[in-house]
């Protein structure tokens, strides 16, 4: 168990109303991402972070915006969510054991949001 | 273009039965590949993870290879149960990145 959370689980919500999903981890690692999920795709990189207040656009990072203000967590928001943003999103962390990067990535149980 | 590509998108089998599962790349530099299984509603699980050096590495009834000449891998499953139903996700990092690349998977079903 990596110690990932993300809230809400699920959410329906109405074109150009503003989304945040959260995203909190309790083991301090440095490297967080944003992914989204939707059928006949892989999984999508929408943002990542590789610290507090640093940042970094994905290949899908149009209509997101992230923020890191504390280790633990990690905030997507779409500002005004639009019915392509109708997906399941992901966060996942970077795992490292001790000091030694491992490389893996550890997810969350995803959100499902849905605009309507 | 960094990419990677799975086949079959989909499979069925009955409870018992073995069955391959492969994964095709094309990213450079190469740094690793792992195998993750995401079972339906649940955020993907790592399974294994091959570097450039290996070419065999089993984790229980899953078994991946790689072949780092013609950037293959496959995931072997043996005697499969149903709880192995889920998507196989392969992905590759690109050395000197902090980025992953995701194929879309196979989702496989396994009947009793």
């Known amino acids: 168990d990596a110690g990932i959370t993300q809230s809400p689980r699920h959410k329906v919500t109405e074109t150009g109303t503003p989304v945040t999903l959260r995203c909190h981890q309790t083991e301090n690692h440095r490297y967080m991402y944003w992914y989204r999920q939707d059928p006949g795709h892989g999984l999508r990189l929408i943002h990542y972070?590789?610290?507090?207040?640093?940042?970094d656009k994905g290949e899908v990072s149009d209509g997101y915006s992230v923020s890191r203000s504390k280790t633990e967590d990690f905030l997507l928001t779409l500002e005004s969510a639009t019915s392509s943003q109708t997906s399941v999103y992901f966060c996942?962390?970077?795992?490292?054991?001790?000091?030694?990067?491992?490389?893996?990535?550890?997810f969350g149980e995803g959100s499902r949001l849905t605009v309507l | 273009k960094n990419q990677v590509e799975q086949s079959p998108q989909s499979l069925i089998i009955l409870e018992g039965k073995n069955c391959t599962l492969q994964c095709n790349y094309t990213v450079s530099p190469f740094s690793n590949l792992r195998w993750y299984k995401q079972d339906t509603g649940r955020g993907p699980v790592s399974l294994t993870i091959m570097t450039f050096s290996e070419n065999t590495k089993s984790n229980g009834r899953y078994t991946a290879t790689l072949d780092a000449d013609t950037k293959q891998s496959s995931l072997h499953i043996t005697a499969s149960q149903l709880s192995d139903s889920a998507s196989y996700i392969c992905?590759?990092?690109?050395?000197?990145?902090?980025?992953?690349?995701f194929g879309t998977g196979t989702r496989l079903k396994v009947l009793a």
């Open positions: 972070s590789y610290g507090v207040k640093d940042t």
């Open positions: 992905v590759v990092s690109a050395a000197g990145t902090y980025k992953y690349i």
């Open positions: 996942a962390i970077r795992g490292a054991s001790g000091s030694l990067d491992t490389g893996e990535l550890f």
